[in-house]
C-alpha cells in the first residue's frame, strides 16, 4: 500500500481504497465463465465459543490488484460452509460479515480480513472464518423528573491501547421515549456517555446589546435559573470522564444503562472580535478539549459576543466564517472554573489561498488528474476528541490534467503536503514538496499566498519477503517445521524526521504463507515490523514504536530497489492489544 496509491483515513479501519471496493463488490461479481488457470475458494465460518458452524454470513472476497483480480461473493449455508468458483489468480483479501457478529482470530482478537494468495489452478479450501457474538448497551434517558428526553447522543467509549485517553466505538441518539440501543460492540470495557441536544436558549436574540462587563455580577436572581443547563454526563452520573465507571461487556451481553440529567450551573464567556470589515458578522465556536460539547453564538456589529451555557472545563475558542466572505481565523484556550469569563479579545486574521504544482518525474505522460493533494496541520493533536474536526483529515485539492492544484480559505499555520492517487500508481511516491527551492516535506509556515513544486516519482522501493514465528521454529528445530504468519501486520515505520508524515509509513497484510509485498517506498532509511493484533495506526503511536525497538529489521531503500527479507514475528504488550 503506497502514499500515492492509497487514501487512508487514519482513525477507520479499512483503507478508503478497500471499502470503495467492498461497497462495488456485489454488483461486480463474477459470473463469467471461467477464465484461463481459474481456481476455487471454500471454508468454513464458525461462531466462537465452541466452533458452531455459522449460517448466512456473507463472504466478500476482493481483489487487491482491480485491473487482474475481481470481487465475489458467497452466503454459508446450514453448515457454515460456502465455496466460490472461478477465481482468477491474484491477491484477495476475504471478508465474513453477519449482523450480530464481528471476525475473530485464534487468539480471541479482533480480525475482520483474511489475505488469501491464489494461484493459478490450484484450490484453497481451507479457509477458516471464527466470529463472535457482539454486544448490545441500551437504555433509557430521563430527567430529574423521570421524564424521557429525545434527541440526546449517547456514546460507548473505549479506552485508546496503550493510552488513558477514550475514543467513540458506537454513538446513537434516543428517541422521543428517551430510548437508545448501542449494537456491535466488542467484548471489552466501555464508557457510557449521554450528550445533550443543544440549549435553544443558548442561541435566542438578545432584545438588548450584550451588557459591558462591569453589569456581569452574579447577583442577578433571574439568572440563576436562566443559567441552568443539562451537561455531558458520564455513567454512572458524573459531569467529570474521569470519574466515570466503565461496563464490562463480554461477548452476547445485553447490558441495560440508564441515565438521568440533571440540571446544573453554567456560565458564559464574553469578549470582543477585533479588526472586522463592514458588514462582516462571524460567529464564535466553543468547542471543550474533550470533544464532548461545541457552543456557537453569533458577533454583534460591534464584535462583540456572548456564548451561554458552558460547564466547567478546558475549552478551544474560535472564529468561524459569517456571511460567505474571507474566511477568518483566531484561536485561544480558555478553562471555565466557577465563573463567567469576561473581557477575551481575538484578533483574526483574513484566510488566502495556496497554490501548487505536480510533475512526475520519468513519466511525463502520466494522467495528473489522477492524483489529489492533501493539505493538513503539521501538528496535530494526539487525542483529537470525540467530536473530530475536519482539520484533522486535512483540505483535499484535485490536480488538473496540467498538474496544477489550489486550496482555498487556509488560515496562517504551519502545514504538511500529502499526495494521494488512484490504484494505478502502485510503484508511485512523493519525491519532494519545494518552496521558493527549500525542501518542506516536513512541513512549512504559511501566513499569506504561497506555491509550491511538488515532485512525484514512479520509481519506488519495494520489499517482500515472509513472516515466520521464530518462537514455534526455535521449539521444534529438529524437525526442520516451516511456521509461516498469515494475516500478521508489516510496517516499514520511517527515519526519526519522517515519523509525523503518516504517508511515510508504509504496511502490507501477510497471506496464508506468511508473503507480503510493500511497494512505492521513498529512498531512505526505515526499519521493519511484523505484528499481530495491533489496532490500526497504533503503530505511529512514538511510545509503542520505543516499546519495539529491540524487535525490528533496518533496511535502507534506494529509487527503485527492490530487497527481499525474512522477518520475526514481534511481541506485543498486553496494553497495546
Do not use: C
Not at 132 to 150: F, H, K, N, Q
Amino acid at each position: 500500500m503506497t502514499a500515492a496509491g492509497r487514501l487512508r483515513v487514519n482513525l477507520m479501519t479499512r483503507s478508503l481504497l478497500l471499502v470503495l471496493l467492498l461497497s462495488g463488490a456485489l454488483v461486480r461479481a463474477q459470473n463469467t465463465a471461467p477464465a484461463a488457470g481459474a481456481s476455487s475458494l471454500s471454508g468454513i465460518v464458525v461462531s466462537e465459543p465452541g466452533d458452531q458452524p455459522l449460517k448466512k454470513v456473507l463472504v466478500q472476497v476482493v481483489a487487491e490488484d482491480q485491473k487482474q483480480g475481481g470481487n465475489y461473493t458467497a452466503l454459508t449455508d446450514s453448515d457454515g460452509r460456502f465455496h466460490i468458483e472461478s477465481v482468477v489468480p491474484g491477491r484477495y483479501r476475504a471478508y465474513a460479515e453477519r449482523t450480530g457478529f464481528v471476525g475473530v482470530n485464534e487468539r480471541g482478537m479482533r480480525s475482520e480480513t483474511n489475505v488469501i494468495a491464489v494461484q493459478s489452478s490450484r484450490p484453497v479450501d481451507d479457509i477458516f472464518f471464527r466470529m463472535l457474538p457482539t454486544a448490545v448497551v441500551s437504555g433509557r434517558i430521563t430527567d430529574e423528573d423521570g421524564d424521557p428526553i429525545s434527541g440526546v447522543r449517547v456514546l460507548a467509549l473505549r479506552k485508546i491501547p496503550g493510552k488513558t485517553k477514550r475514543e467513540n466505538m458506537a454513538t446513537e441518539t434516543t428517541n422521543d421515549l428517551g430510548e437508545y440501543r448501542l449494537a456491535g460492540l466488542f467484548p471489552g470495557q466501555y464508557w457510557i456517555a449521554a450528550i445533550p441536544a443543544p440549549d435553544f436558549r443558548d442561541y435566542e436574540k438578545q432584545t438588548d446589546k450584550i451588557p459591558p462587563a462591569e453589569d456581569h455580577a452574579d447577583d442577578h436572581p433571574a439568572r440563576d435559573s436562566n443559567d441552568t443547563r443539562y451537561l455531558t454526563t458520564y455513567y454512572p452520573g458524573t459531569y467529570d470522564a474521569a470519574q466515570a465507571s466503565a461496563v464490562a461487556l463480554k461477548a452476547g451481553d445485553q447490558m441495560p444503562v440508564n441515565l438521568t440529567l440533571l440540571p446544573a450551573r453554567t456560565y458564559r464567556v464574553r469578549g470582543i472580535v477585533t479588526g472586522l470589515a463592514p458588514g462582516q458578522r462571524p460567529s464564535v465556536e466553543l468547542v471543550s478539549r474533550l470533544g464532548d460539547s461545541i457552543h456557537a453564538a453569533e458577533v454583534d456589529p460591534d464584535g462583540r459576543f456572548e456564548v451561554r451555557g458552558i460547564g466547567p472545563g478546558s475549552y478551544l475558542l474560535r472564529v468561524a466564517d459569517g456571511n460567505n466572505q474571507q474566511a477568518l481565523t483566531a484561536r485561544q484556550e480558555i478553562s471555565v472554573v466557577a465563573s463567567d469569563v469576561e473581557g477575551l479579545r481575538l484578533a483574526p486574521q483574513p484566510s488566502f489561498k495556496l497554490s501548487g504544482h505536480l510533475r512526475v518525474d520519468g513519466r511525463p505522460s502520466t494522467d495528473l488528474t489522477q492524483f489529489v493533494a492533501n493539505l493538513r496541520p503539521a501538528e496535530l493533536p494526539d487525542d483529537p476528541g470525540l467530536l473530530m474536526s475536519q482539520e484533522f483529515f486535512g483540505a483535499n485539492a484535485p490536480v488538473d490534467r496540467f498538474g496544477n492544484f489550489e486550496w482555498k480559505d487556509v488560515n496562517p499555520g504551519n502545514y504538511v503536503v500529502r499526495l494521494y492517487g488512484g490504484d494505478t500508481l502502485n510503484d508511485f511516491f512523493l519525491e519532494s514538496i519545494k518552496l521558493a527551492g527549500r525542501d518542506v516535506e516536513t512541513g512549512f509556515a504559511a501566513s499569506g499566498p504561497l506555491t509550491l513544486d511538488a515532485v512525484v516519482s514512479a520509481n519506488g522501493g519495494t520489499i517482500d519477503g515472509a513472516v515466520l514465528d521464530m518462537q514455534k521454529m526455535d521449539m521444534q528445530k529438529n524437525d526442520g517445521g516451516h511456521f509461516p504468519v498469515s494475516n500478521a501486520t508489516v510496517v516499514a515505520v520511517p527515519e526519526e524526521k519522517f515519523r509525523k508524515l503518516p504517508d511515510r509509513f508504509e504496511s502490507a497484510q501477510t497471506d496464508q504463507h506468511g508473503r507480503f509485498a510493500i511497494r512505492g517506498l521513498a529512498p531512505g532509511r526505515y526499519t521493519l515490523f511484523a505484528w499481530q493484533d495491533v489496532e490500526d495506526n497504533v503503530y505511529r503511536d512514538p511510545d509503542f514504536l520505543k516499546s519495539q525497538e529491540a524487535n525490528g529489521e533496518a533496511v535502507k531503500i534506494e529509487e527503485g530497489s527492490h530487497q527481499t527479507v525474512e522477518l520475526k514475528l514481534s511481541p506485543v504488550g498486553e496494553e497495546w492489544r
